[in-house]
C-alpha cells in the first residue's frame, strides 16, 4: 500500500522556520521525482520545490532561496526545510511522488503550514 505521510506543519511567527518531512513507503522511493507542493485557501495548487532521482532540484521563483528540498533515499523520506516565513507562505503543503516512465503518480494528505503574527 503506497503511503505519503507529511509531518512538521504547524503555527510560526513571520521571520520563522519550520521543517516539513514526508516519508513514503509501498513503493520504490529512490525511482521517483519528489515534490512539495502547496495551495492556499481560494488559490490552485502550486509547486513549491522538486528533487529528482539524481538529487537535482528546482524551486518556485518566488521563494528565493528561503526553501530547501532534501531527500533520503535511506530513510525514504524528503523534506523541506522553510526559513524566513511569510504570511503569504500559509497554505497546506503536499508531498508528491512520480515516475514519469511508468505514469505513476502520489500524493500526501498535506500538513497546515500557517504564518500569522
Known amino acids: 500500500q503506497v503511503q505519503l505521510v507529511e509531518s512538521g506543519g504547524g503555527l510560526t511567527q513571520p521571520g520563522g522556520s519550520l521543517r516539513l518531512s514526508c516519508a513514503a513507503s509501498g513503493f520504490n522511493f529512490s525511482a521517483y521525482t519528489m515534490s512539495w507542493y502547496r495551495q492556499a485557501p481560494g488559490k490552485e495548487r502550486e509547486l513549491v520545490a522538486r528533487i529528482s532521482t539524481g538529487g537535482y532540484t528546482n524551486y518556485a521563483d518566488s521563494l528565493k532561496g528561503r526553501f530547501t528540498i532534501s531527500r533520503d533515499n535511506v530513510k525514504n523520506t524528503v523534506s523541506m526545510q522553510m526559513n524566513s516565513l511569510k504570511p503569504d507562505d500559509t497554505a497546506v503543503y503536499y508531498c508528491?511522488?512520480?515516475?514519469?516512465?511508468?505514469?505513476?503518480?502520489?500524493w500526501g494528505q498535506g500538513t497546515q503550514v500557517t504564518v500569522s503574527s
Open positions: 508528491n511522488a512520480v515516475r514519469l516512465i511508468i505514469r505513476a503518480a502520489y
